[in-house]
């Protein structure tokens, strides 16, 4: 039986590590930008991170795998033949904010077993000075300015006419544009808080509904289990749950339906 006490005081380490790395570049004339095939940037920091924690996991869990953003590893730990454990990495999540000098980016780690159920997850937001970290069955924190860890719970909100909602942008809702709009028009509080945050202030309760259209499992794994953990849902847009799929929505699972049923309509 693995203990995720243990792999939740290294996740911490993996994230002090990380953050050191980050902050160092944050705003540094030294921080050195790519534009990755895909036309999105890395920066010499990404690339870090990964490195780093990857290089640590090998020595501390030589046994698990590991997929990261910038260095690959989906098709072993997702083989269907996988018995393994495997760390979930997105050395930073919100690279454009980070490149430009915008607090909203974090380091996302998470723990998944070979269910591919994710276990473990920690946020880690050095800029905004919160790291939100959960694991299964032991609820979900937020630690701020490195304080004592708060204990989080979504929150009570029913109607959708009440509900506040986050999301990232409008790129990539494909035939699903016009009904997000419309849905903005009906929702109580819409803002574009963007990334990691939007599924964070849904944890604490804050907000309702996070929803972003098109995502790859390091961006959600971390997210996930610390929603999940705070009493809320998490799953895509076609109904599924977890962070296995194309994209992601988080709630406090009193609107979960009906926000599927809603952005879905007539398909
Ligand atoms: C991005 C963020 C963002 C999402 C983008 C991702 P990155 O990740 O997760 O919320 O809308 O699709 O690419 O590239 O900054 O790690
Ligand atoms: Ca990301
Ligand atoms: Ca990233």
Do not use: C
Request: charged share 25%.
């Amino acid at each position: 039986m693995r203990d995720l006490a243990l792999d939740l005081s290294l996740a911490h380490r993996l994230a002090n590590a990380a953050d050191a790395l980050s902050m160092a570049k944050y705003r540094s004339s030294e921080l050195v930008i790519e534009t990755k095939p895909d036309l999105t940037p890395v920066t010499d920091a990404d690339k870090g991170i990964e490195f780093m924690i990857r290089d640590v996991l090998s020595q501390e869990r030589p046994l698990d795998l590991v997929i990261g953003e910038e260095f690959g590893g989906k098709e072993e730990a997702l083989a269907p033949t996988n018995t393994k454990y495997y760390w979930v990495i997105d050395p930073i999540d919100g690279t454009k904010n980070f490149v430009r000098g915008v607090p909203t980016w974090a380091t996302l780690i998470a723990l998944v077993n070979s269910e591919h159920e994710v276990i473990l997850g920690v946020v880690s937001a050095p800029a905004l000075y919160r790291r939100w970290f959960a694991y299964k069955g032991a609820g979900a924190f937020v630690s701020e300015n490195g304080d004592t860890p708060r204990k989080l719970s979504v929150s009570a909100v029913t109607k959708l006419d009440d509900a506040s909602i986050s999301y990232s942008d409008l790129i990539g809702w494909g035939d699903r544009r016009q009904k997000f709009i419309d849905l903005q028009e009906r929702i109580w509080r819409t803002r574009g808080l963007g990334d990691f945050w939007s599924h964070m202030l849904v944890a604490e309760g804050s907000v309702d509904i996070a929803v972003e259209p098109s995502l790859a499992l390091w961006d959600m794994a971390a997210n996930a289990i610390i929603v999940t953990e705070a009493g809320g849902v998490f799953g895509d847009l076609n109904g599924g749950l977890g962070a296995h799929g194309p994209n992601g929505l988080s709630t406090n699972g009193k609107l979960h339906q009906a926000f599927l049923d809603a952005i879905n309509a007539g398909k």
